[in-house]
């Protein structure tokens, strides 16, 4: 591997929450310790159909993935698949859908709640299910744990490669919509746990992405078009160049490029243009 890095996705958090409300991510921004793009999700702005697109490049009128009641294992070639064909280590600290699309259909509740598996695709994976998920019991790990498991990851095993995806705000917009007390002070202790973890990620020799897979509106929406659904920020922390600040970027152009900066070859499939160099 040419370097080793880390996607960190905020389901759930619009553009204009990120300016507004995530202090620390605005101040390594401000201090030029790392860079922050607008970046615009697929349509369905769904969470599972994001979450496919992600990591294999394509939208989901081609991998399929077309709701999240709509689950496969993806036949597309992915991140995961390709870096361990590449010879490097993956690992996987999200909601279960993730291994679903990517290991093995369907999610076994005690084989596939945590395993080690080195011949991948995801080597380390650490899942949560949040059965019982609603509006009245929202049913989402501390995140302080979700990023500790990551980082127990990295130094356990010294992955190239690893994702970390939590619910909370995107669980939290559904129950509160995005402009009220409830999600400012929910996005700030988000903001400040992240802080904790972003340091220790960098010393250990880790480029960062922190992102979101989509947006929400005010009134706790997604899954259709317009900036308040499909829009959110990217923030990148990490030596490679990248376009100017006013440049909207794609979502398919997330796979290509943290391949490239892996140093692993990015299949045909994914087509879209790197955006770090």
């Known amino acids: 591997m040419n370097s080793k890095l880390l996607l960190i996705i905020l389901d759930g958090v619009p553009w204009r929450n990120f ?3 995530f202090g620390n991510l605005e101040g390594w921004v401000s201090s030029g310790e790392a860079r922050v793009w ?3 999700a697929v349509l369905p702005s769904t969470s599972a159909c994001c979450y496919a697109s992600i990591h294999t490049g394509v939208p989901p009128q081609v991998h399929g993935i077309l709701s999240n009641d709509v689950r496969f294992r993806v036949e597309q070639p992915d991140i995961f698949s390709e870096v361990t064909a590449a010879g490097g280590k993956t690992g996987a600290v999200t909601h279960s859908y993730w291994s679903e699309f990517f290991n093995r259909y369907p999610f076994d509740f005690v084989r596939d709640i945590e395993y080690d598996e080195p011949g991948g695709p995801i080597a380390h994976g650490r899942f949560h299910t949040m059965t019982g998920y609603g ?12 990023f ?17 995806h939590t619910c ?4 939290m917009g559904h129950r509160f919509g995005h402009d009220c007390g409830e999600m400012d002070n929910a996005c700030f202790k988000m903001d400040a746990m992240l802080a904790a973890f972003l340091p220790r990620w960098r010393e250990a020799g880790y480029e960062v992405i922190v992102t979101a897979d989509h947006g929400q509106s005010d009134r706790g929406h997604h899954g259709g078009a317009g900036e308040d659904q499909q829009d959110f920020a990217l923030y990148y922390f990490g030596s490679a160049k990248g376009p100017d600040d006013g440049t909207v970027l794609d979502q398919l152009q997330l796979a290509p490029t943290i391949l490239t900066r892996l140093g692993v070859p990015v299949p045909k499939t994914m087509s879209a243009q790197p955006f770090l160099a």
């Not at 500790?148 to 970390?164: E, P």
């Not at 909370?168 to 669980?171: A, E, P, Q, V």
């Open 168 to 171: 909370t705000l995107d669980s």
């Open 148 to 164: 500790a498991t990551l980082t127990m990851l990295t130094a356990r095993f010294g992955i190239d490669y690893g994702i970390l």
């Open 135 to 146: 509006h009245d019991n929202q049913m989402t790990p501390s995140d302080v744990d979700l």
């Open 19 to 21: 300016r507004r409300l």
């Open 38 to 40: 607008k970046m615009r």
